[in-house]
């Protein structure tokens, strides 16, 4: 924010009428609450944004990751790409949906990207090591951390002229390691509930049907039917595609887990091409065929752990798979990991 923290207490007052001691106090509340997670400058657009007044009105430009908190919209953020994560499909009360993410670092902290729908489509564009410049996004906390997310007013820039991002952390103030450590090798037994992404290896025991449904082939919104057609609420009558989620079991000696695959992990994990698996979508013996196939085979997944509310348990969300990794090369790297100092995990 290019504002001073004295500057945005003065603006706060100006709008307000409020004593700068009064002010003062609701910032060191507010810092207090949030401990470890916003610096004062933080607390105090978290302030100013309760009270309706909108300091980045008269601040234009880029946030420092460090002053970004949860609960500030138009934001703005420049900064270096550290990692990039798959694109995944989701179905929720709404319909379908689709969600990516990145790893964006400045000189200050390290923070979570978030694209949803439409704006996936923007991580096509994005690699690692690239300079990006977020613009109208908001903020918002998970699992204790602060994450910027985008929506479809929300601009994403690619090595924009005369931007330079020198020196990114690899650790920031709010408890970030390198993006390599984002996902960190757990047994089944020990994933836990503030788990965020974690790495699985084990073996499939358990596997259900999958369940198919008719999206929009133009924008994989959920097409619905219409007398005797389908229809996109954006795009009117269509002849839909089709899309997939697939639910397993997996057990690595410790504990099994439920783990959900959509779309194309469960076209890998079914040794699949997509558009081979949605053919099989109208036989019974192709799909009882997968299934039977499937099962006792090694599968090494990075999931983000999921809280399932009505059956109160955790579960996976797949990212990535790996069908039958080598298991040699597995215990080398368990091996190594026994060996090697222990590490705080990432979570974000």
């Known amino acids: 924010m290019k504002l001073s923290f004295d500057e945005m207490v003065m603006k706060i007052k100006e709008k307000t009428g409020l004593s700068d001691e009064l002010i003062l106090n609701r910032v060191h509340k507010?810092?207090?609450?949030?401990?470890?997670?916003?610096?004062?400058?933080?607390?105090?657009?978290?302030?100013?944004?309760e009270l309706g007044v909108d300091l980045l009105q008269d601040a234009q430009g880029p946030c420092l990751i460090k002053d970004i908190a949860a609960g500030m919209r138009s934001v703005e953020v420049v900064g270096k790409v550290q990692a990039i994560y798959d694109v995944i499909d989701f179905q929720s009360q709404k319909g379908p949906g689709k969600v990516g993410s990145f790893l964006l670092a400045d000189k200050t902290g390290v923070i979570r990207t978030t694209c949803w729908n439409a704006k996936t489509d923007d991580l096509k564009r994005v690699k690692v090591?690239?300079?990006?410049?977020?613009k109208n996004t908001y903020a918002r906390e998970n699992n204790g951390r602060v994450e910027v997310h985008l929506n479809?007013?929300?601009?994403?820039?690619?090595n924009p002229e005369g931007v330079i991002v020198e020196s990114p952390v690899s650790t920031s103030p709010q408890g970030f390691q390198s993006?390599?450590?984002?996902?960190?090798?757990?047994?089944?037994?020990?994933?836990?509930?503030?788990d965020l992404f974690v790495e699985v290896v084990g073996t499939v025991v358990q596997v259900f049907d999958p369940h198919f449904f008719e999206i929009c082939p133009q924008c994989n919104k959920r097409a619905r039917p219409r007398q005797e057609t389908f229809a996109c609420d954006e795009h009117g009558t269509v002849a839909p595609a089709y899309s997939c989620v697939l639910?397993?079991?997996?057990?690595?000696?410790?504990?099994?887990?439920?783990?959900?695959?959509?779309?194309e992990q469960a076209?890998?994990?079914?040794?699949?091409?997509?558009?081979?698996l949605m053919l099989t979508r109208a036989s019974r013996d192709a799909l009882d065929a997968l299934k039977g196939e499937l099962m006792g085979h090694m599968l090494k997944v990075t999931s983000k752990v999921s809280q399932n509310q009505m059956f109160n348990r955790l579960e996976l969300v797949v990212r990535s798979v790996v069908?039958?990794?080598?298991?040699?090369?597995?215990?080398?790297?368990?091996?190594?990991?026994?060996?090697?100092p222990e590490t705080t995990s990432l979570q974000i």
């Not at 479809?152 to 690619?158: A, Y």
């Not at 069908?323 to 090697?340: N, T």
């Open 247 to 263: 639910n397993l079991v997996l057990d690595d000696g410790s504990d099994n887990i439920r783990a959900v695959f959509f779309r």
């Open 267 to 276: 076209a890998v994990v079914l040794g699949k091409s997509v558009d081979d």
């Open 129 to 134: 090591g690239d300079v990006v410049a977020v």
């Open 30 to 49: 507010k810092s207090e609450e949030l401990v470890g997670l916003v610096s004062k400058e933080g607390a105090a657009h978290i302030i100013a944004n």
């Open 179 to 194: 993006a390599s450590s984002l996902a960190v090798r757990k047994r089944i037994a020990d994933i836990a509930s503030d």
């Open 323 to 340: 069908r039958d990794p080598d298991p040699d090369e597995e215990l080398r790297l368990l091996q190594g990991r026994k060996q090697a």
């Open 152 to 158: 479809d007013r929300s601009v994403l820039e690619v």
